[in-house]
């Protein structure tokens, strides 16, 4: 249950985090979740038959999350915050990704971590062991994180102008795709010990990708993974997105990536913010 | 499974038709789905007919309205129908294809029964 609406969402406060810092505006439970409602509901037109009678209501089912994930953008816009959500299958290296970028960084760029796992707090934990705030929400039975979730999690985290907000999403390369978290940005990772036909066989994470990182390069010599062919799956299903190969363990192309970071984050106008 | 917490949006939804309605049960439920939203039919069924249960919901049939998926292919100028976002003109073979329908998933109308109406037709059963 969650204390601040008692909306019964599952996934708010695990691991026993209090809540700090900036408090996101209150998203959701006006007008039933209607779009754009309070009074004004939607339209109600009824058609009487004998028993029957039937009421339009045309109301996109996503609505509800879609309207908190903007609610989320404009208060990561309005902060200062460039908040990335993290993809990929099980395995493919988010977390560890993640520890080496927080290592690289160091004081330089304040960071923090939004960790979806089903189970556990295992990966907050490593976070949390580089003196980074980290949250970590279990989704149980969910198979994704979504817009509610995140907002819930991002108030309990102390944020300020210029941080780098990163929501690792559950591996799941199927369902996270549909669920908008009010992010700046996607990256989508995708290891060299996956397919290279992989963004062909799901096609909906890696279309709406910014960046798709291929990980674990150093891999490259002992397999048969076609770089060439997997560039071109890629770009099949995403002709507009970046494409950066790095490995966390030797740190080839790990400057790309971090280059690529902070020009995003420039470019989202937080250090302008940080600095007024 | 995502399609899970698609129905928990739905009942939701219902759940506030139903608060602010006068119905006592739904019978009907119509929804779109588009065959680029990323829906998985099979799944949205098996989801509902475990989620619905103990509800206002619970008797409902769910009736989906498929909309098939369609593209604007910038070579041919024209609206053409695709299976899959961002794949290749069927006419041209062109690979730029903006989606412009078939990414529905939407509730459009529920069919619902009155205690009232019941009553007034003699119909009801309570």
Known sequence: MCVECGCGAPGHGVGGEKR????????????????????GAPSIVPEESEVNRTIR?????????????????????????????????????????LERTISALGTTCPMAVIEGDQETSRDADRIRKLGVQ???????????LDAHQVAHAAGDLELFPGTVLVI???????????FDLGETARVVLFSVTEGEDK????????????LTLLTKSDLLPHLDFDRTRAES????????????????????????W??????????????????? | MHELSLVMNLLELCEAEASRGSFDRIDRIVLEVGELSGVSLPALRFSFDVAARGSVTESAVLEIREIPGRGWCLKCEETVP????????PACGSPVLLPTGGTEFRLCELVVRDRRMLEKSGKGER
């Open chain 1, 57 to 97: 209501i045309e109301q996109d089912i996503l609505g509800k999350n879609n309207r908190i994930a903007r609610d989320n953008r404009d208060f990561f816009r309005e902060h200062g915050l460039f908040v990335l959500n993290l993809l990929s299958a099980p395995g493919s290296g988010k977390t560890t990704l």
């Open chain 1, 199 to 210: 963004p062909l066989k799901y096609p909906r994470i890696f279309r709406e990708a910014d």
């Open chain 1, 233 to 256: 799956s890629l770009r099949g299903v995403n002709p507009r997105g970046e494409i950066i190969a790095l490995s966390a363990r030797t740190g080839e192309g790990f400057g790309l």
């Open chain 1, 258 to 276: 971090l280059s690529w970071l902070l020009a995003r984050r420039e470019k989202a106008g937080t250090l302008t913010h940080a600095r007024a």
């Open chain 1, 134 to 144: 980290a949250v970590q929400i279990n989704t149980g039975a969910g198979c994704h």
């Open chain 2, 82 to 89: 695709i299976r899959e976002p961002l794949r290749e003109c």
């Open chain 1, 168 to 178: 690792e999403n559950i591996g799941n390369l199927v369902c996270p795709a549909l």
């Open chain 1, 20 to 39: 700090r810092g900036v408090a996101l505006p209150h998203h959701h439970h006006e007008g039933g979740g209607y779009e754009g409602s309070g009074p």
